[in-house]
């Protein structure tokens, strides 16, 4: 069960360095960096969904083990470990913290291209284009004249 959980947040881990690398590939085409920034976060949202359900049925699973093993050698180390008082578990850092950030770094991103693109170093308005050198190469669409 705990390689499941596992492989399912690199999986998330792949999909979000892919959506990104996209992104930052189209950082000079706005309409296709704002949809490749929104569809990440849905796809990043629906792998972080199936990286809950993992770790929920993994924690359970370690329940039902604590109670009916309590002479099993994990258990004592959880008991050492929760004698520590440390400030947070590893598993919900990975089962809420780390997929948080990957959909929410997606959706800012995208927003912030649609509502303000000057903010993010984002494509000039065409308008602009046409009062460039005559010899400037331009990505995306050519100046009109």
């Known amino acids: ?29 706005r309409p296709l960096f704002i949809g490749v920034a929104f569809a990440g976060a849905i796809v990043c949202l629906l792998v972080w969904l199936t990286v809950i359900r993992a770790f929920l049925k993994l924690d359970v699973l370690f329940k039902i083990l604590y109670s009916a093993f309590p002479d099993l050698p994990i258990n004592m180390v959880d008991k050492e470990t929760r004698a520590t008082r440390s400030l947070f578990r590893v598993q919900e850092l990975i089962a809420y913290v780390i997929p948080a950030f990957t959909v929410v770094s997606l959706l800012a991103g995208g927003f912030l291209m649609l509502l303000r693109p000057e903010l993010i170093g984002g494509s000039a308005p065409v308008s ?12 995306g669409r050519p100046p009109t004249r």
């Open 1 to 29: 069960m705990e390689n499941l959980f596992c492989t399912r947040f690199n999986f998330l881990l792949v999909a979000y360095s892919l959506f990104v690398t996209a992104a930052a590939t189209a950082w000079q085409n």
């Open 128 to 139: 602009s284009r046409a009062n460039a050198s005559p010899g400037a190469t331009f990505i």
